[in-house]
């Protein structure tokens, strides 16, 4: 069984900071060789890759709408995977998920129907 815990979401202005975590500490199934990633998905809109990070932390991909703001990391001794955002703007206000294992299947790194495993989200609200 795969438990995934997202934590870390709030307000915010515009240009501030927000650090994600998931929690998979109660996970059964051991996530180390997983790849992992964040989504998310604002109210209307299809849930969306956000950045995604091998099992081994060295190969991270982003959303072009990520890049240079955001830094996924694993750090699977606290059984944890981050999101830091930086320079948040109002069109990144969305719930945010937790997904682990790859699945592969033909789909690509950011494509939510390719992982298995979802937390519940947490959500982010940026104010302009």
């Known amino acids: 069984q795969v438990h995934l815990m997202e934590s870390g979401g709030a307000s915010v202005q515009a240009g501030g900071s927000l650090t994600l975590s998931c929690s998979h500490s109660?996970?059964?199934?051991?996530?180390?060789?997983?790849?992992m990633g964040w989504f998310r998905q604002a109210p209307g809109n299809e849930r969306e890759g956000v950045a995604v990070?091998?099992?081994?932390?060295?190969?991270?991909l982003y959303a072009d709408s990520a890049k240079g703001r955001f830094t996924i990391s694993r750090d699977d001794a606290q059984d944890t995977l981050l999101l830091q955002m930086d320079n948040l703007q109002p069109e990144d206000s969305a719930a945010y998920y937790c997904a682990a294992c790859f699945t592969g299947s033909g789909k690509r790194a950011l494509d939510p129907e390719a992982f298995a495993h979802w937390g519940q989200g947490t959500q982010v609200t940026v104010a302009s």
């Open positions: 990070i091998s099992s081994t932390g060295d190969r991270p």
């Open positions: 109660r996970s059964r199934k051991d996530l180390r060789s997983c790849a």
